[in-house]
Structures are given as C-alpha cells and as structure tokens.
C-alpha cells in the first residue's frame, strides 16, 4: 500500500494578481504598424517595377554568368539599397 500524499506536496505557490490593481498601472500604449498599408506605399514610392526588374536581373544573370548582366544585377541592387535605407531612416 502507498503511503498517503498531501495534495499541496510538490506544488509551487504562485502570487494571486489583483486584476483592479494590475490595470490600474500606467502602461504605455504600444504603436500599431499596419503592414499592408506599409507595403503598398514602399511598392508605390520604389516602383514595383524596380523589384520586377531586380528578379529578371537576377535570372539572367543565373543564365548567362556574364559581367554585363552582373554589373546590371549590382546596380539595381544598389538603388533598391539606397531607397530601402532611405525608407527605413525616416521610420
């Protein structure tokens, strides 16, 4: 036969939180970004046929491995840069 454990062994007792107390904390509102609203002003401001162009870029530089279509990989990849990095200072 078992011997007869205390229901309260083994158990940690946690603090009971007042919630009156609790929400009468100051708290700071958090900022709420709304993402869609972000994306489609960043694909208006930089030109969704920018990004477009960046991933044709980039297949044909995957194809032909030459350093014309390299070269035009960077450069679109650096203006994307600059507009992102101008985005994102202004945030």
């Known amino acids: 036969m078992m011997p007869r454990r205390d229901s309260t062994e083994g158990v940690i007792p946690f603090p009971v939180r007042d919630p009156v107390t609790d929400s009468a904390r100051p708290r700071t509102p958090g900022r709420v ?12 401001e930089h030109g969704a046929e ?4 960046l991933a044709r870029l980039g297949e044909e530089a ?8 390299l070269e035009a990989l ?12 101008r985005e ?4």
């Open 33 to 44: 970004i709304e993402l869609e609203a972000y994306r489609k002003a960043l694909r208006e």
């Open 50 to 53: 920018e990004w477009d162009r």
């Open 62 to 69: 995957w194809t032909w491995r030459d350093p014309e279509s």
């Open 74 to 85: 960077e450069s679109c990849v650096a203006r994307l840069k600059a507009a992102v990095v």
């Open 88 to 91: 994102w200072e202004t945030t």
